[in-house]
């Protein structure tokens, strides 16, 4: 049995490859392609070898391709594989395979998931447009912020109604409208795109039946539904639904050493996105929905 460590970056891919012994057997590089990759692990280490990748940008595109070309291949958590490959001395991109390969051949790692690429096209469109909606709020701060110096106040509302009211605000002082108005075009522009988003969300989650079941329960919506599918993707990989809560990073920290034993706050770690949205829809039904379910009922008693 051969064992390979792959260390990727943007261009080329350091490959090591060791035997049951851990000793080094063959170790190059070549360019970051999963053809590429496939051809020559099959031929410096055979179709049965095991490979290591850590995680990264280009995994799920390198895991999969692997994959289909028949390649048993694990994908590592980087922060954990980080404390092994930091007992060396020298940090390469050879050393770091080398290491990859080590802790390939001694078991010591817990394989990360690989989602597939439409559950990643999915997270795609939904980070996309959360940054939209960051940007949006952040350029109607930036446009309050310049009126306020000029005594002018736009009041609470946004949307068309935001763009009426600064408009109305500006057309007697040429001065801020040569600043604010490339601001609010800029402003109507990003919400456009925000609402194309939406409509690519809505026609993604009317074909999922499974996001159509989660969007049943009252207050949950397109967001949090099509959130939530593309990070479980497999409810079988958990052992138990409590299992879900910990993968989101929403069970408390725990400090234990000696007759020190303290719980913190959630530890925020991963997938902030879908805390979020989570978070918000969980808001929704909490306080804004007033048809009862059975979920409303169970998360109004724990509130208590």
């Known amino acids: 049995m051969m064992y390979v460590g792959l260390d990727v970056s943007q261009k080329s891919t350091a490959i090591c490859v060791v035997n049951e012994r851990g000793q080094r057997q063959w170790r190059g590089t070549c360019p970051s392609d999963p053809h590429v990759l496939a051809s020559q692990l099959k031929r410096h280490a ?9 995680t990264g940008a ?6 999969h391709g692997l994959r289909q070309a028949g390649l048993t291949v694990d994908c590592l958590d980087a922060r954990r594989v980080k404390a092994a490959l930091q007992m060396r001395l020298n940090k390469t991109d050879q050393n770091d395979a080398e290491g990859l390969a080590q802790v390939m051949r001694t078991g010591w790692y817990r394989p990360v998931h690989v989602k597939s690429l439409d559950a990643h096209r999915a997270r795609s469109l939904l980070g996309a447009r959360a940054q939209l909606v960051g940007m949006r709020t952040r350029l109607t701060n930036i446009i309050r912020g310049i009126l306020k110096t000029s005594g002018m106040l736009p009041g609470s509302g946004r949307g068309l109604r935001f763009d009426r009211r600064v408009e109305e605000l500006i057309q007697d002082d040429q001065e801020v409208c040569m600043v604010v108005r490339p601001l609010l075009a800029t402003l109507r522009h990003v919400g456009e795109q925000i609402t194309t988003f939406d409509k690519a969300v809505l026609r993604q989650v009317r074909a999922d039946p499974t996001c159509r079941l989660l969007m049943s329960v009252p207050g ?32 408390p920290r725990r400090y234990q050493s000696g007759d020190i034993d303290r719980s913190g706050r959630i530890s925020r ?20 929905v007033k048809r009862a379910s059975q979920l409303s009922e169970w998360a109004q008693a724990i509130a208590q």
Do not use: Q
Request: proline share 3%.
């Open 46 to 54: 055979g179709a049965d070898a095991r490979i290591g990748i850590e």
């Open 58 to 63: 280009m995994t799920p595109w390198l895991v």
């Open 269 to 288: 770690c991963g997938d902030s996105l879908a805390r979020t949205l989570m978070y918000e829809a969980a808001i929704v039904i909490l306080h804004r």
């Open 220 to 251: 949950n919506g397109a967001l949090s539904s099509l959130v939530y599918v593309s990070t479980v993707e497999d409810p079988k990989r958990f052992s138990r639904s409590r299992a879900v809560g910990a993968h989101l990073r929403l069970t």
